[in-house]
């Protein structure tokens, strides 16, 4: 590569929102947009975990700041964004829900996580519109990124999961099924402004105490890809940056699937 392609990636001068940001996926994200150069500003209801983690990144020299509140409190998210002056990354990662058995599942939950998966991404998108424009006229771009699911493009396989608590909740799915649509249809709305909007697929991403808890259902969700393993947290920063930064300038309304060829076959 040339020194102007690798340029493409490189986020100095820009500020980047993450939802989730002391998650598992969340905490890569957040790094691999510090380490581009943008100034992160951490999202989460956990105060305390938001402040190790700004902490861990201040100390490796990243500009970083916390921004403490529940993505499902839309008044929260509007008051928040309407302070910010200019925003050219936002990850919408942010998903929660109350795990429920088939016959338990209440459509209080269903709206929990339909409310803050994907209404929560709406909201977001539509408060921080003024400082993403305000993104493209200094810096000609902007981008929104939507943490979506290979549940989202398939169903569960059943068979992999030997216990009913490891299963992938019936309300998960649908809602990032309807996060993806969101996607395409924040992509119409707001092309013409040139804030471009995609999707980021992950699949399957065990937490280290998920694969020693049961490396045998570890095991299993690694036999299920074409690349024989499950994905390690790492590898979702390439493709998230990617989505925010200019390489990918001509790219809106799609998704991107990392997920070692699961929803292939």
Request: contains cysteine; hydrophobic residues 50%.
């Amino acid at each position: 590569m040339t020194s102007d392609t690798l340029s493409l990636f490189r986020l100095d001068g820009r500020n980047a929102f993450v939802s989730g940001a002391a998650g598992h996926l969340g905490r890569a994200m957040c790094t691999a947009l510090a380490e581009a150069g943008a100034h992160v500003i951490l999202n989460g209801r956990n105060a305390e975990r938001l402040k190790d983690f700004a902490g861990e990144l201040s100390q490796l020299g990243h500009s970083v700041e916390c921004a403490a509140f529940d993505m499902g409190d839309f008044e929260a998210v509007r008051a928040f964004f309407s302070t910010r002056e200019r925003l050219d990354i936002l990850v919408a990662n942010a998903i929660s829900m109350t795990p429920s058995p088939f016959d338990a599942l209440t459509p209080a939950v269903f709206e929990q996580t339909y409310r803050t998966g994907v209404v929560a991404a709406f909201e977001a998108v539509r408060a921080a519109r003024p400082a993403l424009r305000a993104a493209v006229a200094a810096a000609g771009d902007a981008s929104v990124v939507t943490i979506s699911s290979m549940y989202g493009l398939v169903a569960p396989d059943k068979r992999i999961y030997a216990h009913p608590e490891q299963a992938s909740p019936l309300h998960y799915g649908p809602a990032k099924a309807a996060l993806l649509q969101l996607t395409r249809h924040l992509a119409a709305e707001l092309g013409p402004e040139h804030i471009r909007v995609n999707a980021l697929v992950p699949g399957p991403f065990p937490r280290p105490e998920v694969r020693a808890a049961d490396p045998d259902f570890a095991a299993r969700l690694a036999g299920r890809t074409m690349l024989g393993r499950t994905g390690e947290a790492d590898e979702i920063r390439g493709p998230l940056l990617f989505l925010a930064s200019a390489a990918a300038k001509f790219m809106t309304g799609a998704f991107l699937t990392v997920d070692g060829g699961w929803t292939v076959w």
